[in-house]
């Protein structure tokens, strides 16, 4: 065991050593300015890839599923962050919905004890689910009937055109008055509820759960349906304020917003669609395959398969350039002058980011319990469940963090590179190779992997113009490094045999 | 029931089957554990005493029978919630989490905050060489090391009942003996089911024994009856019967 651990400090030695000797030959070759501006574009670039090869490596690392609708979940975030920063009534127009049903489904935890334990002939037990998801589908057909969704998505398109300078809310439009509206969300809220009376199986002793924590999840699901009424009822409100921000605030609860989201979705995604697979690893695959197509169709049906820009929020933006940092923060330049090379600060903002969720990684892995209890369900998860931890909520949880994680990522690379449909796949390809390169299942060894691609690529691209080749030298050039470290050392970089 | 006479059940595994994938593994099996003793199952490689603690615990959930633990039926429960009511779970194969420290794996099994704290000075009297190696990781233990670690974690929470699979399996002659010490010290308050190889141990710590065979429960009785027995033992235990003579002129 000591031995293996000296083989791979050896190995990572070698790999820094012979990466130093190359950054100093290339410094010296290219001169001062150069190298520090493409290190610094390589840095932004391996920020990036570590956001979406972050969540790749811990879900397969714990799951050992390869999420392959991950680009398309760092797609997403980019475009609910966009909706909400440049007109958020799409995403209040939809979000009461949301919340609705996820209210009704959260009753499960508190009617579940109850219901399993009623006294009901065998017959009735098979039919009160079957009776639960007909009207189930009937209201959620009701509250989603004429619902005009293409109308809400096309309000933040208009902001693309006109500028909101002097009047943010110009183009607001309005919405369905709420004497109408009200009822979609109460009918899903109804939904919700009868879903969760149908899974929770009534009259089935065989199911029994203890009812636990019950007060917390009561509390839970009056918060969540106070939620509910407040995004319903002043669901034109909010988009208002939310407008008449200061535009980095907005900014920075769009990273929320879209955090929250992909949060969310990987909770539904693990619960309804993968988790029911673990059994049959081959056609998890193509469950996320056909999720990812899924989600690339409805964005398209949404905003078409155009590109959009997204503004950069307003501390990115004024013209000039910055001589200091506490000069950029107070005159909120799009440039700063970094050992007398130019370099935007959004692309500073992106390699913060990257840095700042290393760091939350690995805190929340070593610092924490939950991270102990993660670490123990990689090597043996069976052990863990028999200590009386409940692994399956621990899946749903890694799941939907290392999601959430691609959604953060796509919105802090919207005002970067164009929001378009596709946009997720090219970093989802590179986040699958840093992955390879890293180890799979290693945090580390995917930070490493993602700013030493991130680096090839961005020196790639500069040595291809210069001498004058094709730039898919630039391109080719992660593969090589994947393919030299596998003949290396076939488990990645920090990786663990098999 | 008059309890003087008949010691309760803390545990009673009624007539369960068990399926693993498409094989079937218990085609009925039938345990009582009466509380506060020590109680053995007893049987050849494969006979299905491994798979009787794990379908106790949910791990492989049975298909058939019933499982009452504290007079509630526990078959079809999560094995998580199963746990929580107070079973503790020792594998076979020294199952600890070796990148994880000794303290990382004692934590592990707390169920409230501050379990590890009061059951820590209990843990070190047994096994004092768990204090030594606090800070290490699990794979930097040798295996009777990583068996005390697997023990003392079932001690962590307050558990009624412990699962004890193979504790002496590959230990050193002298560690089996601490390790029978241990488990002798800490049956006074909870209570155990052992599965056990060795003959020798499980005759001198167990009150009452299960043989089980081909997946079914053939006998039980007490202990004391069992070592008398030459015919039984020779029947179902086979090359333990050597073992059981020596250890006898021992």
């Known amino acids: 065991m000591n031995h293996e651990k000296r083989k791979q400090f050896i190995t990572i030695v070698i790999f820094v050593a012979i990466l130093a000797i190359l950054i100093a030959v290339v410094w010296r070759t290219s001169g001062t300015t150069t190298f520090v501006r493409t290190a610094l574009s390589g840095l932004t670039l391996g920020s990036l890839f570590f956001m979406v090869s972050a969540g790749l490596t811990l879900i397969f690392g714990l799951m050992h599923v390869l999420n392959f609708a991950h680009g398309s979940m760092f797609m997403l975030g980019a475009y609910i962050g966009w909706q909400f920063y440049t007109n958020p009534t799409f995403v209040f127009g939809i979000a009461p919905l949301i919340i609705a049903f996820a209210t009704g489904l959260q009753f499960l935890t508190v009617i579940k004890p109850r219901l399993t334990q009623l006294n009901l002939s065998e017959s009735l037990q098979n039919l009160l689910p079957r009776l639960a998801w007909v009207l189930v589908i009937i209201l959620v057909v009701l509250a989603i009937l004429n619902f005009d969704i293409l109308g809400l998505a096309n309000t933040a398109m208009v902001a693309v055109t006109t500028v909101t300078e002097s009047n943010p809310l110009a183009e607001l439009s309005p919405q369905e008055p709420l004497a109408r509206f009200w009822l979609r969300p109460f009918f899903l809220l109804l939904g919700g509820f009868l879903a969760a009376v149908a899974v929770s199986k009534p009259g089935n002793k065989k199911e029994y759960v203890a009812a636990e924590h019950t007060t917390r999840n009561w509390l839970l699901i009056g918060g969540l349906i106070v939620a509910t009424i407040l995004l319903t009822v002043f669901r034109e409100a909010w988009s208002e304020a939310i407008l008449l921000m200061n535009g980095n605030l907005r900014f920075v609860l769009a990273l929320f917003v879209a955090t929250g989201f992909g949060l969310l979705c990987g909770m539904f995604i693990e619960v309804l669609l993968i988790r029911p697979l673990y059994t049959r690893s081959f056609f998890i695959v193509l469950m996320t395959l056909g999720i990812s197509f899924v989600i690339k169709e409805t964005i398209q049906f949404l905003w078409t398969p155009l590109a959009y820009k997204m503004v950069r929020p307003p501390l990115f933006a004024a013209p000039g350039k910055a001589e200091t940092v506490a000069d950029w923060l107070l005159n909120s330049n799009a440039t700063l002058d970094i050992f007398g090379v130019t370099f935007p600060t959004y692309r500073l903002f992106i390699i913060l980011l990257g840095f700042l969720m290393f760091i939350f990684i690995t805190l929340l892995m070593t610092k924490t319990r939950l991270g102990m209890v993660i670490r123990a369900g990689v090597q043996d998860p069976e052990m863990v469940e028999a200590l009386g931890i409940n692994v399956r909520s621990m899946f749903t949880f890694v799941f939907a963090l290392g999601i959430a994680m691609a959604a953060l990522g796509g919105i802090g690379a919207a005002p970067f590179i164009p929001v378009q449909p596709l946009m997720g796949d090219q970093y989802q390809m590179q986040g699958f190779i840093t992955v390879v390169i890293g180890g799979m299942g290693s945090y580390v060894g995917a930070f490493i992997g993602a700013l030493t691609l991130g680096l090839a690529r961005a020196f790639g691209d500069y040595y291809a113009l210069k001498w004058s080749l094709s730039t898919a030298v630039a391109e080719a050039s992660t593969v090589i490094i994947m393919v030299i470290v596998l003949l290396v050392k076939p488990s990645g970089l920090f990786g663990k045999k098999e | ?250």
């Open chain 2, 1 to 250: 029931m008059n309890e003087n006479t008949k010691p309760e059940n803390l545990l009673l595994v009624d007539n369960i089957q068990t399926y693993i994938g498409q094989f079937h593994i218990l085609q009925g099996v039938t345990v009582e554990v009466p509380k506060n003793e020590i109680t053995v199952l007893l049987g050849r490689n494969g006979a299905g005493k491994t798979t009787t603690l794990k379908s106790i615990l949910g791990l492989t959930p049975p298909s058939q029978g019933k499982i009452i633990f504290k007079d509630m039926e526990i078959h079809g429960k999560r094995a998580f919630n199963i746990v929580n009511l107070g079973i503790g779970y020792v594998p076979e194969h020294r199952a600890i989490f070796r990148k994880l420290s000794v303290m990382e794996n004692l934590k592990m099994a707390e169920r409230k905050r501050g379990d590890l704290d009061k059951h820590a000075d209990f843990i070190f009297e047994l096994f004092p060489d768990l204090e030594r190696l606090y800070k290490l990781p699990g794979n930097h233990l040798s295996g009777g090391q990583q068996q005390m670690l697997a023990v003392a974690r079932a001690l962590v929470p307050d558990n009624d009942l412990l699962l004890i699979d193979e504790p002496s399996e590959g230990l050193a002659p002298i560690l089996i003996q601490q390790m029978m010490e241990a488990i002798r010290k800490l049956s006074q308050t909870t209570t155990v089911l052992l599965v056990e190889q060795n003959f020798i141990m499980a005759s001198q710590l167990a009150k009452n024994f299960y043989i089980i065979d081909d997946g079914k429960t053939v006998t039980n009785g007490k202990m004391s009856e069992l070592i008398h027995n030459e015919e039984l033992i020779h029947e179902y235990l086979g090359a333990s019967v050597r073992t059981v003579k020596q250890g006898d002129k021992a």
